[in-house]
């Protein structure tokens, strides 16, 4: 019995607030691997939020290419592999970016408590949200083994 996930399942998965590990090629170096919050909606692009001045904020380039890893910590193991092209980079909102995607993570008032925590840091600009068009994935669910 195959362990991969259906693309309904996959997509259903990646939609789940787990936290993601952003890898971003790295000239000369390895990959720089970072957690993310991220967003996803089936059958749309994935989104995270950084700041252009953080060294992975300098490294994103809309077309170049990432992979982001969604995964269970508890088993039976699950994970959700994506690779693709970096569609997007805009500037990022407090309240229509930050907020929600707070939210999303950290629940309603702690969200609240973290965008607003934040509001200097919005308040300068760096804030970027990129957008990730998922090409290629890779799927597990160690439940299937049966």
Do not use: N
Not at 7 to 34: N, T, Y
Not at 86 to 95: C, Q
Not at 102 to 130: H, N, P, S, W
Request: aromatic content about 8%.
């Amino acid at each position: 019995m195959t362990t991969s996930m259906t693309g309904a399942e996959r997509e259903a998965f990646l939609a789940e607030p787990h936290i993601g590990v952003l890898s971003i090629p790295d000239s000369g170096k390895g990959p720089l691997s970072s957690p993310v919050w991220y967003d996803y909606v089936p059958g749309g692009e994935v989104w995270f939020l950084t700041q252009k001045t953080a060294r992975k904020g300098r490294l994103l380039t809309v077309g170049g290419r990432v992979s982001l890893l969604a995964q269970t910590t508890a088993s039976p193991y699950r994970y959700v592999s994506i690779e693709g092209p970096v569609s997007e980079i805009v500037p990022a909102d407090l309240s229509a970016d930050l907020l929600p995607m707070a939210q999303r993570y950290l629940g309603e008032q702690a969200g609240k408590d973290y965008a607003a925590a934040l509001a200097g840091k919005y308040a300068l600009g760096t804030a970027i949200k990129v957008m990730l068009r998922p090409e290629r994935w890779l799927t597990v669910d160690y439940a299937k083994r049966g």
